[in-house]
């Protein structure tokens, strides 16, 4: 028999991060979500020694990017932009899902609420001078107008579908793939307005192209303050509809490394040139949840809260 050998000392474990770090997004170049993507990869590369790599896998309303990071290895190399499209409102809209939207994550940080704003062609609908303008023309006509979305239960579809239920008028929807492609319809007058997100849509209206119209959330942004709120402008009360943007990794990742994000992303939302290019430039609210389990729990709530809309609505995407 042979002598047994000494047990080899066991082999130390990989720091984290030391190499790079994918961070994916399921929507395309130019939407909101890699405007957002792409402002925090720099920073968050310099706070982990390592680079941030960004890579946007595009499709099925970012369902295709959220299920190849619900299967990545949660190791801590691959991470996702998260938005309440994706993984709140999908939840309900999509009767089959590859992964679970609320439990095939690791909630890492929320990066902040995000506001949209009804926007019309200047150049193609210059009777749509007010909210109020749009109201009175789809009542006239029920079922005539047509508005844009950035695909099937976006956020800019279904702040779309919460205006008709409040406002009682029969609109059509019209989904595109991403924000460059509703926008590009709404400036060739082949819609007739388009809830799009703010800091996308800003340029265009600074521009003189489209026409602001009215905000979705509660109460009047700073970066717009001559915009009323949708409850203001067309005589809706209480009407709010924002979403979020959040960063989550596969589930099962190890807690340093969740808590190590956490705080990294969120010196850099506190840092006030990070808040003020947030604020000013793309009208998104600082996150009130600063914990993996606080993310978590407004998570949870969304999902409830969006299938009530989804239901109501009847809107389905298979």
């Known amino acids: 028999m ?3 050998l000494p047990a080899l000392p066991a082999l130390a474990q990989e720091a984290w991060p030391s190499r790079p770090i994918t961070l994916m997004a399921g929507f395309p170049n130019g939407s909101g979500v890699d405007i957002y993507q792409r402002k925090l990869a720099e920073p968050l590369s310099r706070a982990l020694g390592v680079p941030v790599v960004v890579d946007n896998r ?3 309303g970012g369902n ?3 299920d190849f990071v619900a299967k990545a290895r949660p190791d801590g190399y691959t991470i996702l932009l998260a938005t309440a499209g994706t993984h709140a409102i999908n939840a309900t809209l999509y009767r089959r899902l590859p992964f679970d939207p609320l ?3 690791s909630h890492i940080a929320m990066l902040g609420d995000v506001p949209n704003l009804l926007t019309t062609s200047i150049d193609h609908r210059p009777n749509f001078n007010s909210c109020a303008d749009v109201l009175a023309a789809a009542r006239a006509r029920p079922g005539a107008l047509n508005y ?8 800019t579809h279904l702040a779309g579908v919460q205006f008709a239920q409040a406002a009682g008028i029969d609109v059509v929807h019209v989904p595109y793939r991403g924000q460059p492609g509703a ?3 709404l400036l060739s007058g082949d819609v007739d307005f388009f809830f799009n997100q703010v800091g996308p849509a800003l340029g265009a209206v600074q521009q003189g192209k489209t026409r602001g119209l009215a905000v979705t959330t509660p109460t009047r942004l700073s970066i717009l303050p001559d915009v009323p709120t949708v409850a203001e402008a067309c005589d809706l009360p209480g009407f709010s509809s924002t979403t979020w943007y959040g960063i989550v990794g596969p589930p099962g990742m190890p807690a340093p490394i969740v808590a190590r994000l956490n705080a990294e992303i969120l010196k850099i939302l506190d840092a006030p040139e990070f808040q003020g290019w947030l604020v000013q430039s793309q009208g998104i609210s600082p996150p009130t949840a600063r914990t993996p389990e606080e993310f978590r729990a407004v998570h949870e709530r969304d999902i409830a809260s969006w299938r009530t809309v989804i ?3 009847g809107a389905t995407v298979d």
């Open 2 to 4: 042979l002598p047994a």
């Open 58 to 60: 595009t499709g099925a």
């Open 64 to 66: 295709i990017g959220s």
């Open 103 to 105: 439990n095939d994550v």
């Open 148 to 155: 844009a979305s950035t695909g099937n239960g976006a956020s």
């Open 183 to 185: 926008q590009l319809a």
């Open 311 to 313: 239901q109501r609505s």
